[in-house]
């Protein structure tokens, strides 16, 4: 089988170690991580973010050796600053307008352009780069892997809170991130020259100087072979990364397997998609997807059932059955967000559900 190479990334936040508020100190610990991570490390808009990024993983133990390695160094760099890391999509009680923005070119285009909607996106999420044989093919399968992204989601979601409010939401951060010009589902591309027609208007009209200004939940990436997974809010445990990362590289090969025998699994539209990754963003795991195929409401459970059993005949073969069997383990302990959502219950107190996800953020490293 063709060598699917994943590469991952991760947004950390960087807290007070005393009032475990955000932090504007993510330059200390990026003039610290440079000379010994080099380009995997790497600053973000907001001062009080750190986005830390593995090396091209030829497999997924690979991958979970160099996330945790990752990790290992963010939480120790930050340590020598007096700083805590964080692995969550929000922060529970800081104020984004509190956060001091990174100095910058590229930054203050950004704000300039877009004002309080650049100034307010102060969110953390995964993103995972799994590599693809061609541009075509790339396309033709993130027209289908579209269908699996709520799927994912409901999984990853770890953004209950917002500004020291309960939002309702098991993933505020997509709301926030909503307010974004080109985010969201993808629309359906017939083939590469109309998608890159699309990105040629886009850079010839000024909405974007180049394609990686397109935010979408998958994406074609404009520089790399790859198709890149950004819906996923951060999440806590090194496992949980690990699990996601495993079943979106099963789901890459699956249908790269169906497209070499000129077979396919159906391709629905956006605004159907849309409407279960709403039901994700509110409910997460406990919500009802809609199985298309069915015409009926589901719990999730089912459905990523059904993922799994769509995966199973590549698992193997990937090496990354063990990975892959972790989601029981998640869909028994809950998503982040509602591990979050149950320290919140039992104590009342915003400032011991940030404690424990920095305990989270180590486990397992």
């Not at 986005?51 to 091209?56: A, K, L, R």
Request: a negative charge.
């Amino acid at each position: 089988m063709k060598k699917f190479t994943l590469g991952i990334e991760e947004e950390f936040q960087i807290l007070d170690s005393d009032t475990l508020t955000l932090r504007s100190h993510m330059s200390k610990i990026y003039e610290g991580g440079k000379v010994l991570l080099k380009e995997r490390i790497k600053e973000e808009m907001h001062q009080a973010v750190v986005e830390m990024g593995t090396n091209i993983c030829e497999n997924i133990q690979q991958a979970r050796d160099e996330v945790s390695y990752l990790r290992q160094q963010v939480i120790a760099l930050a340590g020598a600053e007096g700083l805590k890391v964080a692995a969550a999509g929000t922060h529970p009680f800081s104020h984004w307008s509190d956060q001091l923005i990174t100095p910058d070119p590229r930054y203050d285009a950004l704000i300039e352009e877009m004002k309080d909607v650049a100034r307010s996106n102060l969110i953390f999420g995964l993103h995972v780069h799994v590599g693809i044989p061609s541009r075509e093919e790339g396309l033709q399968i993130m027209n289908v892997a579209r269908y699996f992204l709520p799927h994912l989601y409901a999984l990853s979601t770890n953004s209950p809170f917002w500004e020291a409010r309960e939002t309702g939401f098991k993933s505020y951060r997509s709301k926030i991130f909503d307010k974004f010009p080109r985010t969201g589902i993808p629309p359906y591309f017939s083939s590469v020259a109309e998608y890159d027609k699309f990105v040629d208007i886009l850079v010839k009209t000024n909405c974007i100087d180049n394609g990686k200004k397109i935010w979408w939940d998958i994406r074609l990436h404009p520089f790399y072979p790859t198709v890149e997974f950004r819906i996923c809010d951060m999440v806590q445990t090194v496992d949980e990364v690990i699990c996601i990362a495993a079943i979106m590289q099963c789901i890459i090969a699956k249908l790269h397997r169906l497209h070499q025998k000129n077979q396919s699994f159906r391709s629905y539209r956006r605004v159907l998609i849309n409407e279960n990754k709403w039901r994700a963003a509110r409910w997460g795991m406990e919500a009802k997807l809609i199985d298309f195929g069915k015409e009926e409401e589901v719990p999730f459970e089912v459905l990523i059932q059904e993922l799994l059993e769509f995966i199973d005949d590549v698992v193997d073969e990937l090496e990354c059955r063990k990975e892959v069997n972790f989601v029981y383990q998640m869909l028994e302990q809950g998503s982040g967000a509602d591990r979050q959502l149950k320290v919140f219950n039992e104590t009342n107190d915003l400032k011991e559900v940030i404690k424990y996800v920095v305990d989270q953020t180590s486990l397992g490293i």
